[in-house]
């Protein structure tokens, strides 16, 4: 069952896992967004990956509609993000069916 705003949220899980606790991008830029709220309120701090690796699942062999291929390449884009330190993994827009993901820590 497919929830409204549950993928937005997940790529943005997925975004600030595989670029933490790396020293290389420990100084990933923030963006600090003003908040327009009817009390006063502090701007929210966004993280800008714009500059991190990118690792297209398509670049690993991912497509529509096989679980198999898609589960292993999106497997196969998270170690290489991780091996560089940290990076972007990209998920096209569409529907792709997977396993279990399993995101790691930079725990060097």
């Not at 500059?51 to 291929?69: Q, W």
């Amino acid at each position: 069952m497919d929830k409204p705003g549950m993928k937005p949220a997940l790529c943005f899980i997925l975004l600030m896992t595989l670029t933490s606790g790396h020293p290389g991008y420990a100084s990933v830029r923030l963006q600090e967004i003003a908040v327009n709220a009817p009390f006063a309120m502090a701007g929210i701090q966004v993280p800008d990956f714009s500059d991190c690796p990118k690792f297209p699942i398509t670049e690993f062999g991912a497509e529509p509609g096989s679980k198999e291929k898609t589960s292993s390449a999106i497997e196969q884009a998270v170690d290489e993000s991780n091996k560089a330190g940290g990076g972007t993994v990209i998920i096209p827009a569409g529907e792709w069916i997977t396993e279990k993901v399993h995101l790691k820590r930079n725990e060097k």
